[in-house]
């Protein structure tokens, strides 16, 4: 049972374009996390996000966590070539250390 | 400041072989954690240690998947007897009152 969805699954844009990558559960996690993991690398901690509603700047990265804290999304504007990678989300439950991982959204930035 | 270091980096073994896993957590991260990334699947905690104490090993897949925490700097996950199935990339992540930072994964292979 997939509990976190990420979609789409696979992005391709051109440089300078915006995009939203979303991360959707019918359940209610504690925080959740994003990642960036690229090709022959472990997954890179970008911001945890605690509060419904909560909005998180890192750059040209938005971060926001629902209201329910069910569900997440992540923008970039004016995306560049480096930031192409994996993007995992990630929801903890109940303050555990459990961590549930999305499938993931691939993400190709074209020159 | 080093992060999590997990050797090897690659790893290629037929079938029915014993296959071991090494990871040295960040100094002072009192969490460890053994994760499995495949395609089909994505990202599966295997098995968490705090303070050196397996807490949850809910996620290994069968018996003949152990691990070990001798002590705070060292973990090793082993695979007896390796089966293809087991052909994946396996990460070690450590953390302590964050999310974890993960290492940069041993690719598996089991021909």
């Known amino acids: 049972t997939q509990l976190l969805e990420q979609s789409p699954q696979f992005l391709s844009i051109q440089e300078g374009e915006n995009l939203t990558v979303y991360c959707n559960s019918s359940?209610?996690?504690?925080?959740l996390q994003w990642y960036r993991q690229e090709p022959g690398e472990g997954p890179v901690l970008l911001v945890t996000?605690?509060?419904?509603?909560e909005v998180k700047k890192l750059k040209r990265l938005t971060f926001q966590f629902g209201d329910a804290r069910k569900d997440s999304s992540l923008h970039i504007t004016a995306a560049q070539p480096g930031d192409t990678g994996l993007y995992l989300c990630a929801g903890e439950k109940d303050s555990s250390y459990k961590l549930i991982f999305g499938s993931g959204t691939r993400l190709l930035v074209r020159p | 400041d080093a992060g999590v270091i997990q050797s090897p980096r690659h790893e290629v073994t037929e079938m029915g072989q014993e296959v071991t896993l090494r990871c040295k957590p960040i100094?002072?991260?009192?969490?460890l954690f053994w994760y499995r990334q495949t395609m089909m699947r994505g990202l599966e905690l295997l098995i968490y240690f705090n303070n050196n104490v397996p807490i949850d090993d809910s996620g290994m897949p069968e018996d003949r998947f152990s691990a070990k925490m001798p002590n705070a700097s060292f973990s090793t996950l082993k695979i007896q007897p390796s089966e293809p199935r087991d052909s994946a990339v396996y990460f070690c992540a450590s953390s302590y009152l964050a999310g974890p930072s993960f290492g940069p994964g041993t690719r598996l292979t089991v021909t």
């Open positions: 100094s002072g991260h009192n969490s």
């Open positions: 359940s209610v996690f504690s925080s």
């Open positions: 996000v605690v509060t419904g509603g």
